[in-house]
């Protein structure tokens, strides 16, 4: 047995643990703006568009770091197989393996890349841009 190779759940949490930060704090902001008057600036619809993904975001983050404290991180949900680590690099919040995901289209387990898009002047730092700056920092 080696001991260089460390579970998925030493690899991933101080990532998911970030995201999730991430999510709630943008969370708290766009909530903010659906109670001013101007809605922050935000088309209506196109805000209830951010705050569901970033709703999804936290609980999707939530989710993972609770399967890690439970011992079953990085286990798909569905077949009970391995998630290649390479798809929980791109997705720490991955339930399911790809096959799995492919079968059994699930709006919560599906790969979002990106948020909706919508207002690049204003608030448009997502988390998954690949700018390294944090979206607040912008
Ligand atoms: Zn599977």
């Given at each position: 047995?080696?001991?260089?190779?460390?579970?998925?759940?030493?690899?991933?949490?101080d990532?998911?643990?970030?995201?999730?930060?991430?999510?709630?704090?943008?969370?708290?902001?766009?909530?903010?703006?659906?109670?001013?008057?101007?809605?922050?600036?935000?088309?209506?619809?196109?805000?209830?568009?951010?705050?569901?993904?970033?709703?999804?975001?936290?609980?999707?983050?939530?989710?993972?770091?609770?399967?890690?404290?439970?011992?079953?991180?990085?286990?798909?949900?569905?077949?009970?197989?391995?998630?290649?680590?390479?798809?929980?690099?791109?997705?720490?919040?991955?339930?399911?393996?790809?096959?799995?995901?492919?079968?059994?289209?699930?709006?919560?387990?599906?790969?979002?890349?990106?948020?909706?898009?919508?207002?690049?002047?204003?608030?448009?730092?997502?988390?998954?841009?690949?700018?390294?700056?944090?979206?607040w920092?912008?």
């Open positions: 047995m080696t001991t260089s190779v460390q579970p998925p759940q030493r690899l991933f949490q990532t998911l643990e970030e995201r999730h930060r991430l999510f709630v704090l943008r969370l708290a902001q766009l909530t903010a703006c659906s109670r001013q008057p101007d809605r922050g600036g935000y088309d209506p619809a196109a805000l209830d568009a951010l705050i569901a993904w970033a709703r999804q975001g936290v609980s999707d983050a939530a989710l993972a770091l609770q399967r890690m404290s439970l011992g079953s991180y990085g286990v798909c949900e569905g077949c009970g197989s391995d998630i290649p680590v390479g798809h929980l690099r791109n997705r720490p919040e991955a339930s399911h393996c790809v096959p799995c995901l492919r079968e059994r289209p699930d709006p919560a387990a599906t790969p979002r890349t990106a948020p909706p898009r919508q207002h690049p002047h204003r608030h448009a730092e997502a988390l998954n841009t690949g700018d390294p700056r944090p979206w920092a912008a």
